[in-house]
C-alpha cells in the first residue's frame, strides 16, 4: 500500500504512480482527442455547424445522464471501498488474536518448556504467512519455509494451508490440555483466538470470491462508453473547439473512478492500493517474536 502524508498536497499533484490512472488512460485519452476534433471539424466543415450559445435540449439530456451515471459511478466506489475496508479490519483482527494468542501462551507454558514455546513462536505468524499467499494465489512456499523447522514444511498435496496449519494449532493446543500442561480454564481463554483465525480465514476468502456482480460492471462501463462516445457530439455546436479538453477532462473524472473501484474491489491482489498483508504478516511475526522467547 502507498504511504503518504495527507497534508503534502504538492507532493499529490506532481507524483505519479505506477497505478496513477492517468498513466493508464494515457492513449485512451489521447484517442478520445483525436475522436473529438475529427468531430468537430465533420461538423464544422461538412454540417457547417458554428459555435452556438443556446443550450439545446439534447444538451439538456445529455447532461441529466451525466447525473445518473455519477451516482452509479458514487455507489460503485462505496462498494468497492467497503470492500477495502472490510478486509483491512479482518487482517487488524487477525494482528490482534495473534498478539493475544501469543501473549496467553508465553503466560502459561512453562519457560522450560522450548518445545512448545517454539512451537507457538513459529506457527502463529507463519499462519498470516500461508494466508497472505493463499490470498495471493501463489503456489509456492519458499520463502515461508526458510526460516521455520522441519515440522512447518507444510505438505505440497494440502489444497488449502491456512486450514492445515489452524489444524496443527489446535491439535497441539489440545494435546496440551490432555497432558495437563494447561488447564480448562486457559483453554477457554485462548479458545477464541484459535476460532478467530479460521474465521479470518473464511471472511478473507468471502471477499476474493465474490466481486462485484459482473451485469452490474458492465453495464457502468458501456454506459460510460456510450456517454463519452456521445459527449463531442453533443456539446460540440455549444463549446466549438473547447470540446476537445472538455471531452478528455470528463472522460479522465469517469475512468478514473471506475479504474479505482475496479483496484480496490479485490483488497487481496497485490496491486499497489491493497491492504499490504505481507507487511502486516512481517509485523505479526516480530510481535510474536518479541512476546514468545
Known amino acids: 500500500m502507498i504511504s503518504y502524508k495527507p497534508s503534502d498536497w504538492i507532493h499529490f499533484l506532481f507524483s505519479f504512480h505506477k497505478s496513477d490512472t492517468f498513466r493508464q488512460l494515457g492513449i485512451l485519452m489521447i484517442a478520445l482527442g483525436l475522436y473529438a476534433y475529427g468531430v468537430r471539424y465533420v461538423e464544422k466543415e461538412y454540417f457547417h455547424i458554428d459555435v452556438n450559445s443556446e443550450i439545446s435540449k439534447l444538451t439538456i439530456l445529455h447532461t441529466i445522464l451525466g447525473t445518473v451515471m455519477s451516482l452509479l459511478l458514487v455507489f460503485r466506489t462505496n462498494t468497492a471501498y467497503d470492500r477495502w475496508w472490510e478486509g483491512r479490519k479482518l487482517w487488524g483482527s487477525l494482528t490482534n488474536s495473534s498478539r493475544n494468542l501469543a501473549s ?26 500461508t494466508l497472505s499467499q493463499h ?10 519455509d526458510q526460516d521455520f523447522t522441519d515440522e512447518f514444511e507444510l505438505p505440497l498435496d494440502v489444497q488449502h494451508k491456512p486450514n492445515y496449519l489452524a489444524s496443527l494449532i489446535h491439535q497441539r493446543t489440545y494435546k496440551l490440555r490432555k497432558e495437563e500442561k494447561i488447564t480448562e480454564i486457559e483453554l477457554l481463554s485462548i479458545n477464541s483466538e484459535l476460532s478467530n483465525f479460521l474465521e479470518v480465514s473464511g471472511a478473507c476468502e468471502r471477499i476474493k470470491n465474490t466481486p462485484i456482480p459482473y451485469s452490474y460492471s458492465s453495464f457502468l462501463r458501456k454506459f460510460i462508453l456510450f456517454y463519452i ?64 522467547r
Not at 137 to 144: H, N, P, S, Y
Request: aromatic share 12%; hydrophobic share 45%.
Open 104 to 129: 496467553k501462551m508465553n503466560a502459561i507454558l512453562h519457560f522450560s518448556d522450548h518445545e512448545n514455546r517454539n512451537f507457538y513462536r513459529k506457527s502463529i505468524p507463519l499462519f498470516a504467512f
Open 135 to 144: 490470498l495471493l494465489l501463489e503456489k509456492t512456499r519458499t520463502e515461508l
Open 229 to 292: 462516445i456521445t459527449l463531442p457530439w453533443v456539446f460540440s455546436s455549444t463549446l466549438g473547439n473547447y470540446v476537445v479538453p472538455f471531452s478528455i477532462f470528463i472522460f479522465y473524472v469517469l475512468g478514473s473512478l471506475e479504474l479505482i473501484a475496479e483496484e480496490i474491489e479485490d483488497p487481496f491482489g497485490g496491486d499497489e492500493n491493497d491492504v499490504p498483508i505481507e507487511k502486516i504478516s512481517q509485523n505479526i511475526k516480530r510481535n510474536v517474536s518479541e512476546i514468545i
